[in-house]
């Protein structure tokens, strides 16, 4: 499993093509959830390569099943709060780590803002709802820390129930084939055109840069 704190992810050159971000709001094809709506809406944008692919990935779909985003384009401070915010929660719960293991536990569930995704436009938050905007199960909430869910927020968990094990197949069969990239320890978090997804696909550089 490589975690976005390996130096091999920081290491991808990366670059900007210049592709616009999008409002999803705008596009009556894809739910979105409000959630984590923000002032700005940024919550509710990415680059226009990544809602394409979420337009093919929902058409791949089983009938009466529809993704539903959560959350886009995160703003560099934001991403920073919640790193340092969790990482400190991390470290009151587990003052025997050492400064390297709380580093990379902490990015088992948030970037280092200096590779982050979501600051890109390039990663998207997720699950799958039927038609009416129910959520299916998938073993756990979007957003659940490993800490918390005895790590059944990884995607590939087995301590999850036998329909959400499922439901996470459809969801990933869907988004790969739509050529999408999974962060493994978030079943939820899917990107394309950042430093992970360039290195997972042997991209030589990225597509998208932090906006």
């Known amino acids: 499993m490589i975690l976005l704190s390996d130096p091999r992810v920081a290491a991808v050159p990366s670059s900007d093509d210049g592709e616009p971000l999008v409002d999803l709001r705008e596009v009556p094809e894809l739910r979105l959830d409000t959630r984590a709506a923000d002032p700005?809406?940024?919550?509710?944008?990415?680059?226009?390569?990544?809602a394409e692919?979420?337009?093919?990935?929902?058409?791949?779909?089983?009938?009466?099943?529809?993704?539903?985003?959560?959350?886009?384009?995160?703003?560099?401070?934001?991403?920073?709060?919640?790193?340092?915010?969790?990482?400190e929660e991390l470290r009151r719960r587990?003052?025997?780590?050492?400064?390297?293991r709380l580093h990379r536990e902490t990015t088992k569930f948030v970037s280092p803002v200096e590779v982050a995704p979501h600051s890109t436009g390039g990663a998207v938050d997720l699950t799958l709802c039927d038609?009416?905007?129910v959520e299916l199960d998938m073993g756990t909430a979007v957003d659940a820390t490993p800490e918390a869910s005895a790590d059944a927020c990884f995607t590939a968990a087995g301590n999850i129930p036998a329909a959400a094990r499922r439901n996470r197949q459809i969801l990933v069969?869907?988004?790969t084939g739509a050529g999408m990239v999974n962060?493994?320890?978030?079943?939820?978090?899917?990107?394309?055109?950042?430093?992970?997804?360039?290195?997972?696909?042997?991209?030589?550089?990225t597509r998208y840069g932090p906006r």
């Open 183 to 205: 962060y493994p320890t978030e079943w939820w978090h899917w990107s394309y055109g950042d430093r992970y997804w360039a290195l997972m696909t042997g991209a030589p550089a």
């Open 94 to 100: 587990y003052p025997q780590w050492s400064a390297g």
């Open 53 to 87: 692919r979420l337009l093919a990935a929902q058409r791949a779909l089983p009938a009466g099943l529809r993704l539903l985003v959560v959350e886009g384009y995160r703003p560099h401070h934001v991403q920073r709060d919640i790193f340092t915010g969790y990482r």
């Open 40 to 50: 700005a809406g940024a919550y509710a944008r990415v680059r226009r390569g990544v």
């Open 173 to 175: 069969a869907a988004l």
């Open 131 to 133: 038609l009416d905007g």
